[in-house]
Each structure stands twice: as structure tokens, then as C-alpha cells.
């Protein structure tokens, strides 16, 4: 095993609409709204696809909240991803990685706002290369996005473990020839099973 592959929601970083609006807003009531207005997957599945823009999902919100709000939504949307607490020890787990000659990739379903700005975002300058669904046009569970991957990154899928929050795609990345790894938020068990592969150490 040579590579480790990182979903970035709920893996490397916790992705939490109460915690990013909380930071913009107190009322209880519009915080609420707004969490769950902005963050609807009816427009986040869309914007992991590429198939709708960063305008059009505000046009969109503005129609389901009051007026007063709606600087507040911009500011939410066009700042959430400074607002990604990392998981705890998973930097620390991936430098850790790397100091033993690990590679260290992301595979992502995200949108083209953060592949733009990815840079600025938590973890990604710890990792050697990412795929974004957007971006690629593929998106996780189909077993392309994984094949694509491997390609750009130029490994092996059986030389490399997936490492995802959500067993359908651990399940997938699997079929494709990989290892596979459903995080469940517990980085200390995560770097014992990779202790096992890699002999990181604790």
C-alpha cells in the first residue's frame, strides 16, 4: 500500500451548516431557516454535478427567505468553507503519512466554488493532488470518478486505500480495486488501521 485517498466532509473536516451560520447569525429562529435554506441538497447535489451556479442557488434562496436576510445568505454561502473545523488529529495523521513516504490525495463530491478557492481551505495544503466531482463531471458512488482519479493522481487502485464516510462509496472504491475505509469520526481508530498498513505508529 502506498497512497491514501481522503473524502474531505465529515473526514478531513467536519461540515456543519449550524455551526457555519452560527457564525453570522444568532437568532435561533433565522439561523435555523438559513441552515436549512442555504445548505439544501436540493441545490448541493446540483453543485457537487456542475449543474447549476453559485448565482442560481442564491436566486433560488432568496425566494424561500425574507428579505432581511438575504446579505446574511450571500455571506454564508460565500464563506463556508473558512468555517471547516478540521478533525481533530487528522492533520497530524496525514503529516504523519507522509513522513513514511505515503501519498496523500483527496477525491471530493464538491462544488466549482471550492475547487476554485481550494487552496484557502482547511487540509488541502497537505495533500499532493485533489479531485472535485464538479470540476471532473463524475461524481462518487460511480466507479468512473474512482478510475479518473487514479489516473490523474497516476496510481495503482490496488496499491492505494479509499477512506470515505459513506459505505456506498467505500463500497465502490472497493469493486475498483482499492482498499477501502468507512470513517466514522474516530481518527485514533482510523491511524490504528493504517498503523496496520503502513506502520505509521501511534
Excluded at 431557516?33 to 457537487?48: G, H, K, M
Aim: aromatic fraction near 12%.
Amino acid at each position: 500500500m502506498k497512497n491514501v485517498i481522503f473524502d474531505y466532509g465529515m473526514v478531513l473536516v467536519r461540515f456543519d451548516p449550524a455551526y457555519m451560520v452560527g457564525q453570522y447569525v444568532s437568532d435561533p429562529a433565522d439561523a435555523a431557516l438559513l441552515a436549512a435554506v442555504v445548505f439544501d441538497r436540493l441545490y448541493w447535489d446540483r453543485l457537487d454535478a456542475g449543474t447549476i451556479e453559485d448565482e442560481e442557488v442564491l436566486a433560488a434562496c432568496r425566494t424561500r427567505l425574507p428579505a432581511r436576510l438575504w446579505a446574511v445568505a450571500d455571506e454564508i454561502y460565500y464563506n463556508w468553507i473558512y468555517n471547516l473545523p478540521e478533525m481533530a488529529g487528522m492533520r497530524e495523521l496525514i503529516r504523519d503519512l507522509k513522513t513514511h513516504g505515503v501519498r496523500c490525495f483527496l477525491l471530493s463530491n464538491i462544488s466549482r466554488y471550492f475547487a476554485a478557492h481550494s487552496k484557502e481551505a482547511p487540509l488541502i495544503d497537505e495533500l499532493e493532488d485533489c479531485v472535485f466531482s464538479a470540476v471532473c463531471g463524475l461524481q462518487k458512488p460511480d466507479p468512473a470518478i474512482f478510475a479518473h482519479a487514479c489516473e490523474q493522481f497516476g496510481i495503482a487502485p490496488f496499491e492505494t486505500l479509499f477512506v470515505d464516510d459513506r459505505a456506498e462509496n467505500v463500497a465502490v472504491a472497493e469493486a475498483c480495486g482499492m482498499r477501502g475505509y468507512v470513517f466514522d469520526g474516530d481518527t485514533a481508530s482510523l491511524r490504528e488501521f493504517l498503523s496496520t498498513l503502513y506502520a505509521i505508529g501511534d
